[in-house]
C-alpha cells in the first residue's frame, strides 16, 4: 500500500499513542527533541516512528496508522545533523500545501515568509501568497463586485425599476477586501500552526545546499523548497514608473474614471472587466492582432466580440513606447499607433520568477534565460537537496497547479511515494464578463495531436437576456478525436462557464468518448445543457494521412 496514512478498523495488537503516553518516553536531548521544542505526545510520536513502531491515533471510530516518515527509502529521513527536515522559501499556495503535507508526513518543517501587504515588493508579501493576497482571491472579489451592474441592467427586462441609479462605492469594497485578505491570512497562519509547521518571518535566502538565512539566523535544512512564486514586471521605457500593475489594481484609493490596460493576457483582460463593470471607461492595448494567446482561436475572437459590446475598447496591434504625467495629474500612454489620455495606465505584461537575490547563483541552482527555477518531473533541481514548485518554475502558473505540485513533492520526499504532478488536462478559467471555462485541446493544437476531429459549435443567447433585451451570447465548443471518440477539448464563454467546466474536467480527464457524452441527459433548462445535446458537428476536419489511419487502426485494436 502506498498511501502515507493507513487507515483500519482493526484494533487487536496495536500499540495504541494513548497507552505509549503513559510510559516514560527515553527522550534524548531531555524535553526537546533534536533542536526543537515539541509537546510530549509529538515526542512519543517522532520517537516510535524513528524506532519503526506504528503509530496508531483513534479518530471517528477508525484507528489511523501514521507511517514512517518514507525516509528510510528516500533520503526524507528525520535527521538531528539538520534543524528541519524541510525548509520551504515563500508561503504561497504550493509552499504551505507542500510545508503541511510534509509535516503531516512526519517531517520537521519551517516555511519563510516576507511580512503581509497588500502590495507585494523585495520586502514584502504575507502568508498565503499571490492567489490569496494579490491574485484569485481579491481579483474574484472585485470581478463578483463588478458583476451586479449587469445585473442591474438586466433586470428591468424582469420588471424591476429604481427611483434612483444604483450607486457603487469603491472604498467601501476595497476595504472589505483587505478585511478579508486579513483574515485569510491568519487562516493559513493557522494552518500552519495546525500542522506544527514553524513560520519564520523574514526575507529567506540560501546560503549552502543545506542551509537558509532568515533575518540574520541561519537554519539548517536537510531539504530546501523554493516557492517564492513570480511578481509582475514592467518593461522598460520613458515613464514606465508612472504606471500601475495588478497588485496596485486592486487596492487603489479610488476608482478610475478612465483606465488605459496594456497586455491582452488573462489579467489584463480580467481587469478590463472589473473596471468597465463598474463604470470605468477601459481601453486595452494588445501588441498582437488578438487577445489570449494560446486559448481556441474562436473563444479569442467571441470574448473580444462580447467585451466590445460591453464598451472595453480594443487597440490591436499597438503597442506602448511612452507614459507622459499631464499638467492636470493624467497620464497620456503613447504607442506606436497614437495616444490616449487616462487616469490611470495599467500593465498586464508579464510576471517573472521572483529567483532575484535568493542565493540560487551561490549554489549553482540552474534558471532558464527567464530566470525560471529548472527542475526535473520530480520538481528537484540540479542541486539534489534543492526543490522548487509553483510560479518560480514557470510551468503553469495556476494556483491548483502549484497546490499539485507542492502535494506530489511532499509525497515524493517524505511520503515514501514518488509523484510527478500531472499536467494533462488542467481546466482553467478567465473571469471576464461574460467568462470562460476551457479544458484540453484547442482546435488548432487538436488538429497537430490527433489530425481528424469534429468540431461541435453552438451560439446561442442564453434564456436570462431574453427579457432584459442585452446583446449577451454564449459559445460552447466540443472537440473529438475523429479516430477514438473521445472528447480532446471543451471550451466555452458564457455565464457560469468555469464552474460547468470544472464539472465537465472529469469527463474529459477520465477519457469519455462523445457518445457517452450523448448518453448524458440534459438539465434543462441550463447552458449546460448544449454540451450533451450538440449532435451534428459544425466541422469534420481531416488529414488523410498514413498517419491518421495508423492511428485509427491501433484504436480499434486497443478496443477490440
Ligand atoms: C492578478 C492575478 C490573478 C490570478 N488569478 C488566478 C486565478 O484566477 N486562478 C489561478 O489558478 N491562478 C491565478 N493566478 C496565479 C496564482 O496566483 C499563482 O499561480 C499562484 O499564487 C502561485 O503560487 P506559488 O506558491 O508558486 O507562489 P505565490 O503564491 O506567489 O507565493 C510565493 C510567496 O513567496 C514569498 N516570497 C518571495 N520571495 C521570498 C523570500 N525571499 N523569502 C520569503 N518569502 C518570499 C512571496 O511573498 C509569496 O507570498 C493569478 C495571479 C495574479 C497575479
Known amino acids: 500500500m502506498t498511501m502515507a496514512m493507513g487507515i483500519t478498523k482493526s484494533v487487536g495488537s496495536v500499540l495504541c499513542l494513548r497507552t505509549a503516553l503513559n510510559r516514560c518516553p527515553p527522550l534524548s536531548p531531555s524535553s526537546s527533541f533534536f533542536g526543537q521544542r515539541r509537546s510530549k505526545a509529538q515526542c512519543w510520536g517522532i520517537w516510535m516512528r524513528t524506532q519503526g513502531i506504528a503509530v496508531f491515533t483513534q479518530r471517528n471510530g477508525y484507528m489511523i496508522r501514521a507511517m514512517g516518515t518514507g525516509a528510510e527509502n528516500n533520503g526524507g529521513s528525520i535527521d538531528s545533523e539538520y534543524d528541519y527536515d524541510l525548509v520551504a522559501i515563500g508561503a504561497g499556495s504550493g509552499g504551505v500545501r507542500a510545508a503541511r503535507f510534509a509535516a503531516q508526513f512526519g517531517a520537521r518543517v519551517a516555511i519563510c515568509e516576507l511580512p503581509f501587504a497588500t502590495i507585494s515588493s523585495d520586502e514584502t508579501g504575507g502568508v498565503g501568497g499571490t492567489c490569496v493576497l494579490r491574485g484569485c482571491v481579491p481579483k474574484k472579489l472585485l470581478v463578483y463586485a463588478s458583476s451586479f451592474s449587469h445585473d442591474f441592467d438586466s433586470s428591468q427586462g424582469f420588471g424591476w425599476s429604481y427611483d434612483t441609479e444604483p450607486v457603487h462605492d469603491w472604498k467601501t469594497l476595497i476595504s472589505n477586501k483587505n478585511v478579508e485578505l486579513k483574515r485569510l491570512t491568519g487562516v493559513y497562519k493557522s494552518l500552519l500552526q495546525k500542522s506544527n509547521v514553524t513560520l519564520l518571518e523574514g526575507r529567506g535566502k540560501i ?159 540552474k534558471l532558464s534565460k527567464q530566470g525560471a527555477i529548472e527542475v526535473d518531473e520530480y520538481s528537484q533541481t540540479n542541486v539534489d537537496s534543492i526543490w522548487a514548485i509553483g510560479d518560480v518554475t514557470n510551468r503553469m502558473n495556476l494556483t491548483p497547479v502549484a497546490l499539485m505540485e507542492g502535494m506530489a513533492l511532499a509525497k515524493t520526499i517524505f511520503g515514501n511515494e514518488p509523484t510527478k504532478p500531472d499536467y494533462s488536462f488542467i481546466p482553467s478559467a478567465v473571469f471576464t464578463q461574460p467568462p470562460i471555462g476551457t479544458v484540453g485541446y484547442t482546435e488548432e493544437k487538436a488538429i497537430e495531436e490527433f489530425g481528424d476531429i469534429d468540431v461541435y459549435t453552438s451560439s446561442f443567447r442564453p434564456m436570462k437576456v431574453t427579457l432584459s433585451g442585452l446583446p449577451e451570447k454564449t459559445f460552447v465548443k466540443i472537440i473529438v ?60 476536419i481531416r488529414r488523410k494521412s498514413d498517419q491518421s489511419q495508423a492511428k485509427k487502426e491501433e484504436a480499434v485494436s486497443s478496443t477490440a
Open 207 to 365: 546560503v549552502d545546499a543545506h542551509t537558509i538565512e532568515v533575518k540574520g539566523k541561519r537554519y539548517g535544512a536537510k531539504h530546501i523548497l523554493v516557492s517564492v512564486g513570480g511578481r509582475a514586471t514592467v518593461p522598460k521605457m520613458p515613464g514606465s514608473e508612472l504606471v500601475i500593475t495588478s497588485d496596485e489594481a486592486l487596492d487603489l484609493p479610488s476608482r478610475p474614471n478612465k483606465i488605459c490596460i496594456v497586455g491582452g493576457g488573462y489579467i489584463a483582460l480580467e481587469f478590463a472587466a472589473i473596471f468597465r463593470g463598474l463604470g470605468t471607461e477601459v481601453h486595452v492595448f494588445v501588441r498582437q492582432p488578438k487577445v489570449l494567446r494560446g486559448f481556441d482561436e474562436e473563444i479569442r475572437d467571441f470574448v473580444t466580440q462580447q467585451m466590445s459590446t460591453q464598451g472595453v475598447v480594443f487597440h490591436f496591434g499597438e503597442s506602448p513606447t511612452a507614459i507622459e504625467k499631464n499638467s492636470d495629474r493624467s497620464l497620456t500612454l503613447v504607442t506606436t499607433n497614437g495616444s490616449e489620455r487616462a487616469d490611470t495606465v495599467m500593465f498586464a505584461t508579464g510576471r517573472a520568477p521572483n529567483t532575484k537575490n535568493l542565493g540560487l547563483e551561490s549554489v549553482g541552482v
Open 481 to 540: 478525436d475523429a479516430t477514438t471518440d473521445k472528447v480532446v477539448g471543451i471550451h466555452m464563454c458564457g455565464d457560469g462557464s468555469p464552474e460547468i467546466m470544472q464539472g465537465f474536467a472529469v469527463a474529459v480527464k477520465a477519457g469519455l468518448t462523445k457518445k457517452q457524452f450523448d448518453s448524458t441527459v440534459g438539465i434543462h433548462p441550463t447552458s449546460a445543457e448544449e454540451l450533451v445535446t450538440m449532435r451534428t458537428p459544425t466541422r469534420e
